[in-house]
């Protein structure tokens, strides 16, 4: 199985100056305009994944890193889909107890309440969409090394190897 490829400023290895350039050009093709972030889609389930769409987009463009655009509404969509429903069920949950007692014709006992399952399931919908939004650490941390490593080539090629 192939691995998977790293923008330009991720590459460990060393580069040849015909390659650095190829990569540059493929990483230049396949960006995206952003038109489509400027409103949440109609499809949100509700005001709270439509804040959400709205912050998110709002921080995206803080970071001045071209990481997200218009191919990428549908998975930051679901994402914010899934924050709403997450956020539902914890609130729900809030005053609930996390077992409860089941009665049937054989006697009572006790089970998990089956709301924890839904937030679960929430909570790894939302990691899912997360990773591919790059809304976790790691992709933001792999974002600002490529935003930092630009900066240090554009100093060096302005004021050279200081």
């Not at 463009?61 to 549908?74: A, F, P, R, Y």
Request: glycine share 6%; aromatic share 6%.
């Amino acid at each position: 199985m192939a691995k998977n490829r790293k923008p330009l400023g991720m590459q460990k290895g060393n580069l040849t100056v015909e390659q650095q350039e190829n990569k540059k050009q493929e990483e230049a093709m396949i960006t995206t305009g952003k038109e489509m972030l400027e409103k949440p889609p109609s499809w949100l389930i509700d005001a709270k994944a439509k804040n959400e769409f709205k912050r998110l987009v709002s921080e995206f463009e803080k970071m001045q890193i071209d990481v997200i655009g218009n191919l990428d509404v549908n998975n930051l969509g679901c994402y914010c889909n899934a924050f709403s429903s997450y956020i539902s069920v914890t609130k729900e949950l809030k005053n609930k107890d996390k077992v409860i007692e089941k009665h049937t014709e054989r006697g009572s006992f006790l089970i998990k309440n089956p709301l924890l399952d839904v937030q679960k399931q929430y909570s790894e919908e939302m990691r899912k969409f997360a990773a591919m939004c790059g809304l976790t650490i790691d992709s933001r941390l792999k974002a600002a090394t490529i935003a930092r490593e630009g900066i240090d080539n554009d100093i060096k090629e302005e004021f050279g190897d200081i």
